[in-house]
T-cell receptor, first 112, second 113 residues
Framework: DTAVSQTPKYLVTQMGNDKSIKCEQN?????MYWYKQDSKKFLKIMFS???????INETVPNRFSPKSPDKAHLNLHINSLELGDSAVYFC???????????FGDGTRLSIL | GENVEQHPSTLSVQEGDSAVIKCTYS??????FPWYKQELGKRPQLIID?????GEKKDQRIAVTLNKTAKHFSLHITETQPEDSAVYFC????????????FGAGTTVTVRA
């Protein structure tokens, strides 16, 4: 019954690898987001999709590529992982833009 | 872009006392101000939000006030309990920014029993 679910919950990998994080929401929301939370707990928006259309693309390295196959899914692919990518990545969704956002449980990415 | 500043960064209160967290924002066009609570190792959870056409909103022990002229908003928690211990984040967004949420740096609240 989880509203916003992310997989995997933990991801430990070597520098230089490519990895993906998946997100699904069953709330019927139109808008989905990816956030990065660093070691100091600062939350920063990375991307946002509204009805499968990219609407927010912050200054994120192009090694990060989001993909939204449909309104209920927003995946994040990361190429050539670097040490600085270690963080917790949160997916979120909202009914529409400027509506309350519901967060997933996060994916803790650790780069060795 | 929008810049949200949050104070204090840490707050320790005795159980039963009140806690107040203050945020200021830079863009006068911002019109939506949510507050999130994040317990250790958990996801941020919306606890209350306010829009710019409202000056104050209350939900049981939690209240938020907004001063549009001064561009600041505050979270008030009354009768604090140990389960209120968490990191609290304020945020702001507006239409011209594609409704992007800009978060404050967070306040770690510790309620002493």
């Amino acid at each position: 019954d989880t509203a916003v679910s992310q997989t995997p919950k933990y991801l430990v990998t070597q520098m230089g690898n490519d990895k993906s994080i998946k997100c699904e929401q069953n709330l019927g929301h139109d808008t989905m987001y990816w956030y990065k939370q660093d070691s100091k707990k600062f939350l920063k928006i990375m991307f946002s999709y509204n009805n499968k259309e990219l609407i927010i693309n912050e200054t994120v390295p192009n090694r990060f590529s989001p993909k939204s196959p449909d309104k209920a899914h927003l995946n994040l692919h990361i190429n050539s992982l670097e040490l600085g990518d270690s963080a917790v990545y949160f997916c979120a969704s909202s009914r529409q833009r400027n509506q309350p956002q519901h967060f997933g449980d996060g994916t803790r990415l650790s780069i060795l | 872009g929008e810049n949200v500043e949050q104070h204090p960064s840490t707050l320790s209160v005795q159980e039963g006392d009140s806690a107040v967290i203050k945020c200021t924002y830079s863009d006068s066009a911002s019109n939506y101000f949510p507050w999130y609570k994040q317990e250790l190792g958990k996801r941020p959870q919306l606890i209350i939000d306010i829009r710019s056409n409202v000056g104050e909103k209350k939900d049981q022990r939690i209240a938020v006030t907004l001063n549009k002229t001064a561009k600041h908003f505050s979270l008030h928690i009354t009768e604090t309990q140990p389960e209120d211990s968490a990191v609290y984040f304020c945020a702001a967004s507006h239409q011209a920014g594609d409704y992007k949420l800009s978060f404050g740096a967070g306040t770690t609240v510790t309620v002493r029993a």
